[in-house]
């Protein structure tokens, strides 16, 4: 099923702003701020509003097409989503994302956590944050001569 007939059967409509935001979103290969997809959809659609966009994103994200990423610079950031549930990896280096499926996976720990604090977890958001394939790559290759890896780099 595509993303308009999600909406549909959600009862949302397929409005211009929803899919210029869903449009930008696919084109892009990192997550995007609610001040950048507007910057790209303007592009093509000019009468597109900030508004439009951070009304979009809300009912897209509510329906689970896209998902909230917290970025370093503390900036959310929007990326398409899978569906079901996933977690994120973020690239530092170059912003890229990766799903990765696990609810099932954080059971043990968020049972262990509800024992120790009494409260009662009702969702989770989970986020690892590191460098991907081709960004360790670069970082190790312009390293100087005689650099050993501590594991504690930044």
């Not at 007939?5 to 290969?29: C, D, F, H, K, Y």
């Not at 097409?65 to 989503?81: K, N, Q, S, T």
């Not at 973020?90 to 799903?99: A, D, S």
């Not at 081709?134 to 501590?150: A, N, Q």
């Amino acid at each position: 099923m595509n993303w308009e007939e999600r909406l549909s059967r959600a009862g949302w409509r397929i409005t211009m702003p929803r899919r210029v935001v869903m449009w930008v979103l696919q084109q892009a290969g990192h997550p995007l701020s609610p001040q950048e997809i507007h910057a790209r959809g303007r592009r093509f659609h000019r009468s597109l509003g900030l508004v439009s966009v951070y009304r979009a994103l809300a009912v897209l994200e509510q329906v689970g097409l896209v998902r909230r990423v917290h970025r370093e610079d503390r900036c959310d950031g929007y990326i398409l989503a899978s569906p079901g549930h996933h977690h994120i990896l973020l690239c530092r280096g170059c912003g890229r994302t990766v799903e990765f499926p696990g609810a099932e996976d954080l059971s043990g720990l968020i049972a262990h956590v509800e024992r120790r604090t009494g409260f009662r977890v009702e969702d989770h958001l989970l986020q690892l944050v590191g460098l991907c394939p081709p960004c360790r790559g670069s970082r190790l290759r312009s390293r100087p001569s005689g650099w050993e890896t501590t594991g504690q780099e930044k």
